[in-house]
């Protein structure tokens, strides 16, 4: 009976275990394969070439444009939405009145269309939209916004801060809560004022969960793609394209499969190398007991 039972409960983890592997590790085994050959969609000879499709990335134009284009979209985007997220969380935590509302309708965005989110900026940051129309009216200049090469990223990047700073506002409010108040109480009899409590006592038992935001955060950075697709298709002159964009263009529009599976295989690295580095980084142990 208790054999059949660990049957039962060790085919029950078997069967999402191998769900994973099917659709998750073995597509990715398999653009490793992709990635050193010449892999033409029309052509049913896919010849093995080594490293040339990595070489002939690195020098294409468009790709370190990405490559660069992405970076910048973590390095703004990560610390700006965290501390936006946490300032939020710490601002709701010493409210009693409405926070439930106030927590809901900063976690709204994160829950609506990232398609349709990025289609009514893209319609009120026109030429002839609303935020244009305002700007005339105060007596400023009207912008180009998203049609600039100077400005489209920084405003395709607050967008992607603004949807998701209600989920990173959830994430570090309940880390706040479990923090025990007895800490904060025995800073304040102590003599510490607000921002030493915060400095001393909030973030570094907070650690955990900053980890888990920024490791979040810097992978869905990365990722960029639905947004920059939607409001600016990568222009203009390329100056929005994302690594993401970049591979989708590689494979779907020129169908050189070969040098999007390299591409892939590069973002992957990246990803995974900076997963790493930010939790040896970051990770520490607090102890006040």
């Known amino acids: 009976?208790?054999?059949?039972?660990?049957v039962?409960?060790?085919?029950?983890?078997?069967?999402?275990?191998?769900?994973?592997?099917?659709?998750?590790?073995?597509?990715?085994?398999?653009s490793f394969n992709i990635s050193v050959r010449e892999?033409?969609?029309?052509?049913?000879?896919?010849?093995f070439i080594?490293?040339?499709?990595?070489v002939q990335l690195f020098h294409d134009e468009i790709f370190l444009i990405a490559l660069r284009n992405t970076v910048k979209y973590v390095v703004i985007g990560v610390p700006v939405q965290l501390l936006a997220g946490l300032?939020?969380?710490?601002?709701?935590?010493r409210v009693n009145r409405f926070k439930g509302l106030f927590r809901t309708l900063y976690f709204i965005p994160y829950v609506t269309s990232v398609v349709a989110v990025s289609w009514v900026f893209r319609w009120t940051l026109l030429k002839n939209g609303i935020v244009n129309a305002w700007l005339i009216k105060?007596?400023?200049?009207?912008?180009?916004?998203l049609g600039s090469p100077s400005q489209g990223i920084y405003v395709v990047i607050a967008v992607m801060i603004w949807q998701s700073v209600g989920f990173q506002m959830l994430i570090f409010l309940t880390g706040l809560e479990t923090i025990p108040k007895s800490y904060e109480e025995a800073a304040a009899i102590d003599g510490a004022n607000s921002w030493q409590r915060l400095w001393h006592i909030t973030l570094p038992l907070l650690n955990p969960v900053i980890v888990f935001s920024v490791v979040i955060a810097s992978i869905s950075f990365l990722q960029s793609f639905t947004q920059i697709l939607n409001m600016t298709g990568g222009g203009p002159l390329n100056s929005t394209i994302s690594m993401v964009l970049y591979i989708y263009n590689l494979a779907f529009k020129h169908f050189k499969m070969g040098?999007?599976?390299?591409?892939?295989?590069?973002?992957?690295?990246i990803i995974l190398s900076l997963s790493l580095i930010q939790m040896k980084v970051l990770n520490r142990r607090v102890d006040y007991e």
Not at 50 to 54: A, C, H, K, V, Y
């Open 8 to 30: 039962f409960v060790y085919s029950c983890l078997l069967i999402p275990l191998l769900f994973f592997l099917g659709i998750r590790i073995a597509p990715i085994l398999y």
């Open 1 to 6: 009976m208790v054999r059949h039972k660990y």
């Open 87 to 93: 300032a939020i969380a710490l601002l709701l935590q």
């Open 259 to 269: 040098e999007a599976a390299a591409a892939t295989i590069i973002l992957f690295v």
């Open 138 to 145: 105060i007596g400023l200049e009207p912008q180009l916004f």
């Open 50 to 54: 080594g490293l040339q499709n990595f």
């Open 39 to 47: 892999w033409d969609m029309l052509s049913e000879e896919k010849p």
